[in-house]
């Protein structure tokens, strides 16, 4: 069983693109049966893509994706997409 706080679908959302960073899986699912299913799912506004690779990275490290979770690596992005921007070797062109 699914504990309350879980969550099933993680987006990040790029400017107007989202991506999937955990339950991908389950949203291929829902989307190919076209099956009406209740799902949680949050969305992390992100700055770079690379964010999403992050992020993905993560998720699948936790068992379970809570809420507290999803707040608390939304809070790292800024300062995450900071250190990004002053590094050479990930110049967005």
Do not use: N
Request: charged letters at 25%.
């Amino acid at each position: 069983m699914q504990h309350p706080h879980e969550l099933d679908i993680v987006l990040a959302v790029l400017g107007t693109e989202e991506i999937a960073v955990y339950g991908r899986d389950l949203l291929r699912h829902i989307v190919a049966d076209g099956e009406a299913v209740q799902t949680s799912v949050a969305r992390i506004p992100i700055g770079r893509i690379e964010s999403a690779q992050v992020l993905e990275a993560y998720f699948a490290m936790c068992g379970g994706v809570t809420w507290a979770k999803v707040l608390d690596a939304g809070r790292q992005i800024p300062g995450m997409e900071r250190a990004m921007a002053s590094d050479p070797r990930l110049s967005q062109e």
